[in-house]
């Protein structure tokens, strides 16, 4: 059975902090994208980051410059780092798994797997 786990969500300040990380078991993930995404009360879960194997990335716009994703594929982890949090960064933040590193990586519906959230609350 595969499972994503996240951890490290929590409540920051507006200008601070957190590194939030996902670790899947189950089965090996190096070669599959895996991806950030987040979703606020009565909004849509929203891309945040991906990380294909081979090293590429993406960030939405909203959060470039502020997060980075990184993965360890020897650890089946990947992380979010979350710099200049804003109070808008306000929401569950979600990892996911698309097996097939589809073109539409922007899409909840191309990913496989989900974790089952981890909040992150930012204070103005």
């Known amino acids: 059975q595969v499972q994503l786990q996240e951890s490290g969500g929590g409540l920051a300040q507006a200008g601070g902090s957190l590194r939030l990380s996902c670790a899947a078991s189950g089965r090996t993930f190096g070669s599959y994208a895996m991806a950030w995404f987040r979703q606020s009360p009565g909004k849509e879960r929203e891309f945040v980051a991906i990380s294909w194997n081979g090293g590429n990335i993406d960030v939405a716009s909203s959060v470039k410059g502020r997060f980075t994703i990184s993965r360890d594929n020897a650890k089946n982890t990947v992380y979010l780092q979350m710099n200049s949090l804003k109070p808008e960064d306000t929401a569950v933040y979600y990892c996911?798994?698309?097996?097939?590193?589809?073109?539409?990586?922007?899409?909840?519906?191309?990913?496989?797997?989900w974790g089952q959230g981890t909040q992150v609350t930012v204070s103005s």
């Open positions: 996911a798994v698309d097996k097939d590193a589809s073109s539409w990586y922007g899409d909840p519906a191309e990913y496989d797997y």
